[in-house]
């Protein structure tokens, strides 16, 4: 009798349990029914500049120098994308998204910055405008920029981060960039010119090109043809150039320029060019003295004897001959169109011994 009683409350129990199992698992599958359709299913993403980042951006107004509210906003809603055909839109107000259905979606949603910062780096040349500037997004901006001097701007010379184009207006130094959409920084690269002289010789040699960067010197010969003396040079471009000892002599060259130099036409003259001074341990392999007609070339040749060097030359009128220091040790000291008597002074000096090797005897 008693084993009956226990079987009868085992099955009531058993049956107890299956029901309430039966009742759990329905309880279960509503839930997750429930929290599919609950428009808290929906996840978000979201970019600054197309930047993922891991919150979204807050409503924020930008502020002037001194500090105080400028009444723009510093971000920018700009789109939004979500999964599923899920629509909506952004309540700039509230600064919120309101979607348009309450369907499981992943939603991306777009801010910009309200503006950027433009920095230019001028090489060979100074920035005169605000540097860096603010500029609105999507708005154009200028800087103004003065070359150093002897500097110029050629092609290819201006790079902006990510590949941004700018472009170099040389009539206004100014420097335009169109439609900012990012913090960029510029480059921009001046060089120094180069120029060009041209040089023109009338009545006389030495027509030719010279060339060099802006500020150098020129120098080039110029000989007059027999019996023509008293160069004038006349140069375009406000250049100044001068003929010293028959050289062309522009001491800084500012612009291209073409310089004509015309000699005149005089009565020929007969001068006298001499060594009046010579050491004995120097000869001169030469005549001592010459007599040539006005505008002709005179050269010396010496050599010094076994342990002395010719060592200078100066003249009375003051004139610095060319000098040569020839193969076969010997000097040469030639003058360029004489137009006076010249009276020179030859100096030697021994030479320096050389030092002598020393030998190491120890044992």
């Not at 406000?238 to 800084?252: A, C």
């Amino acid at each position: 009798m008693k084993n009956k009683i226990g079987i009868v409350v085992t099955s009531i129990l058993f049956i107890a349990s299956s029901a309430a199992a039966t009742v759990g698992y329905v309880h279960s599958k509503n839930n997750v029914a429930n929290i599919s359709n609950n428009k808290n299913a929906i996840a978000y993403e979201y970019y600054l500049d197309d930047v993922k980042v891991d919150s979204m951006p807050v409503k924020e107004e930008l502020l002037d120098e001194e500090g105080n509210p400028t009444g723009k906003n510093k971000y920018l809603f700009s789109r939004f994308s979500c999964t599923n055909n899920v629509s909506g839109e952004f309540d700039d107000t509230n600064w919120k998204f309101n979607p348009g259905s309450e369907s499981e979606s992943v939603c991306s949603l777009y801010f910009v910055n309200s503006q950027y910062s433009v920095t230019v780096d001028a090489r060979g040349g100074v920035v005169t405008t605000t540097n860096p500037s603010v500029v609105a997004r999507g708005s154009d901006i200028e800087f103004k920029i003065t070359p150093d001097e002897g500097y110029e701007y050629t092609d290819n010379e201006v790079t902006c981060s990510n590949n941004k184009t700018a472009t170099w207006d040389e009539s206004t130094n100014t420097l335009s960039i169109n439609g900012v959409t990012e913090n960029m920084a510029c480059t921009i690269s001046f060089s120094i010119k180069e120029l060009r002289v041209d040089i023109n010789v009338k009545n006389g040699e030495g027509t030719t090109t010279e060339n060099t960067s802006y500020g150098g010197n020129i120098s080039a010969i110029v000989e007059p043809h027999e019996g023509y003396e008293k160069p004038t040079v006349t140069c375009t471009n406000n250049q100044e150039g001068k003929v010293e000892n028959n050289k062309l002599i522009i001491d800084k060259l500012t612009d291209n320029t073409t310089c004509t130099v015309s000699f005149s036409k005089v009565t020929p003259k007969e001068y006298k060019v001499a060594l009046t001074d010579i050491p004995e341990e120097v000869s001169v392999l030469t005549a001592k003295e010459f007599t040539i007609t006005s505008g002709g070339t005179v050269t010396f040749t010496l050599k010094a004897s076994d342990g002395y060097v010719v060592s200078g030359i100066s003249c009375t009128p003051q004139v610095v001959p060319e000098t040569t220091n020839n193969a076969d040790g010997t000097v040469s000291y030639k003058f360029l169109s004489v137009t006076q008597d010249i009276n020179c002074k030859i100096t030697s000096n021994a030479k320096s011994p050389e030092p002598s090797s020393s030998t190491d005897t120890s044992e």
